[in-house]
């Protein structure tokens, strides 16, 4: 069964940074772009970043460009979000998933949700 298991979370001080680690079984990791989303308290869960299959082609929201690097490790099969200059506003539960997407759309392909890692910025 699909399975993602999200790592690296955590409290930081605002400007510090994180890496978040998520590792995926239960399907074909190397044929799938994966996305990083967030959801924080009372509102809904989004796409922050995503990363073709070849680890091309990255996707970053606005709100985190130029502070977020997305990667993978098909080896691993294992993708991984490096956070700096965080910001009170990236305060929230970090998710990963498989996903297709383009610059304007995002389609999650699967219902299965891991537990989560949380991430806490204080200002």
């Known amino acids: 069964q699909v399975q993602f298991v999200e790592s690296g979370g955590g409290l930081v001080q605002s400007g510090g940074s994180l890496r978040l680690s998520c590792a995926a079984s239960?399907?074909?990791?190397?044929?799938?772009?994966m996305g990083w989303f967030r959801q924080a308290p009372g509102k809904e869960r989004e796409n922050v970043a995503s990363i073709a299959y070849n680890g091309g082609n990255p996707y970053y929201d606005d709100s985190v460009k130029g502070r977020f690097t997305i990667s993978r490790d098909n080896t691993k099969n294992t993708v991984y979000l490096q956070m700096d200059r965080l910001k009170s506003e990236d305060t929230a539960v970090y998710y990963c998933?498989?996903?297709?997407?383009?610059?304007?759309?995002?389609?999650?392909?699967?219902?299965?949700w891991g537990q989560g890692t949380q991430v806490t910025v204080s200002s």
């Open positions: 239960g399907f074909p990791f190397s044929d799938y772009a």
């Open positions: 998933n498989a996903v297709h997407y383009t610059s304007t759309y995002y389609s999650v392909q699967y219902n299965d």
